[in-house]
């Protein structure tokens, strides 16, 4: 049974806002970040942070710190995003990941002594993990499962299951966005136990039902006597540079991280971005707390709802083995790889099929979807610091055309709208420029 946590790369600890409620107990945090280790000791003054990762093999094995139930982190994952270039196990945070597998490794080896059973393994990351060019995903999965050679994937599957000698081990991407909070927001979840661990029981479900469609509302609407719009039901992910490079993805484009208030358009807030992860209001707003921190922070952090969900499968004493004996009799026996001493489940097409009729949820929906909209997180009292001056509303205008890039035709009109707001000398300062593309035939640049 699982009681007590330690919780590596800690961020602002969603972790333990989805699963100290449940009854878990964290032992120890490790977090070196200066904004979110402040967060975290404000939030839980009781609870250790030990720092650096890397120190946390040795301090095992020392048993200068308790070997925890579950160990759960989501190792930096730059290393493994397009904004940070993807360079995978090259990036030296990348490689924290195969330090991540060194830390369950000392813990298990001190359970053993003490014996007690494996540790249950909780890992996240971002989905392009899965198509790393250095396969740090196949080095994960293959050390966490005992195996002493790497399995090697062009593109992994977004969920599968390795059973191998040491340790049984599954994943799922899974979307925030069906979980209760407004945002598409695709993630890795990785689960790993012992032997009698079955992480499949976990992380799959049994399909019974044909999956909803997220629902459709107004995007114009009045909330706490303020009209806002907003240009989808959900927004685009959340980043960690969403404060300050606001402009530079495709957000900028579909609207989805923008808000329409009072006729002026803006930035979530700090607080909205709470409420889109999933965090109690003002969750962040410590002391002295600028709101590019807290919006680092929150980007960095998980979706808490899914991280709850799978908390309440994973500690759930009654959850049933339908999955794991379901898998047994895949009708596609080409989902199934055979090692020397592991078997693969590669469960890419989503739901699976069994000879008993049993299919198997593997998509990124759970069979109990949860929908919210953006109307339900917007606040009427947004910064005036985290609206769009009419220097930057034009740069998008103007990168639009010098790119010929789509853009959502409600977002061009706030847009185009905030560009008019210019003072008569920022005008005469844009027309001194030589645009460029599509503009540069003419000699002055003007928003009509």
Known sequence: MIRTVGSICSGIE????????????????????????????????????LGDMNNIPEALLEEKICAPDLICGGTPCQ????????????????????????????????????????????????????????NAFGCLI????????????????????????????????????????????RRLYVLAGGKEFHPEDVLFEIHDDEFKEYPRESLIFEKDGHMFEVFREYSDCLYSAYGTKWNGNAAAYNGSLFVVQDQQIRRFSPLECERLMGFPDNYTNIKDAKRTNRYQAIGNSWAVPVVEWIGKRMISDGHS??????????????????????????????????????????????????FRTLRE????????????????????????????????????????????????????????????????????????
């Open 14 to 49: 969603a972790a333990s806002v989805a699963w100290k409620p449940l009854g878990l107990e964290f032992s120890w945090f490790s977090e070196i970040a200066p904004f979110p280790s402040r967060v975290l000791y404000e939030k839980f003054p009781e609870i250790r942070n």
């Open 79 to 134: 290393a493994f995003s397009l904004a940070g270039g993807q360079k995978g196990l090259n990036d030296e945070r990348g490689n924290l990941t195969l330090k991540f597998v060194d830390i369950i490794e000392a813990n298990d080896k001190i359970r053993e002594k003490n014996s007690q059973e494996p540790c249950t393994v909780f890992w996240e990351n971002v989905e392009g993990v899965l198509t790393d060019k250095t």
């Open 142 to 185: 293959s050390s966490l499962a005992g195996l002493d050679t790497e399995i090697s994937m062009k593109k992994w599957s977004n969920a599968g299951l390795l059973e191998g000698p040491k340790r049984n081990v599954a994943w799922r991407v899974l979307d925030a966005k069906y979980f209760g909070l407004p945002q598409q927001r």
């Open 321 to 370: 083995h339908q999955i794991h004996i379901a898998k047994k009799n895949l009708i596609n026996s080409m989902t199934v790889y055979e090692y020397h001493n592991a078997i693969l489940y590669d469960f890419s097409d989503g739901i699976i099929a069994a000879k008993s009729q049993t299919l198997i949820n593997c998509t990124e929906k759970p069979e109990d979807c949860i």
């Open 377 to 448: 997180i917007v606040s009427g009292d947004a910064p005036k610091e985290i609206y769009i001056s009419a220097v930057g509303c034009s740069g998008i205008i103007r990168r639009k055309y010098e790119r010929n890039l789509c853009i959502n035709d409600r977002l061009e009109q706030a847009l185009l709208r905030g560009a008019r707001m210019m003072s008569e000398e920022e005008i005469e300062q844009k027309s001194r420029i030589q645009p460029r593309g599509k503009y540069s035939r003419n000699k002055k640049v003007v928003y009509a």
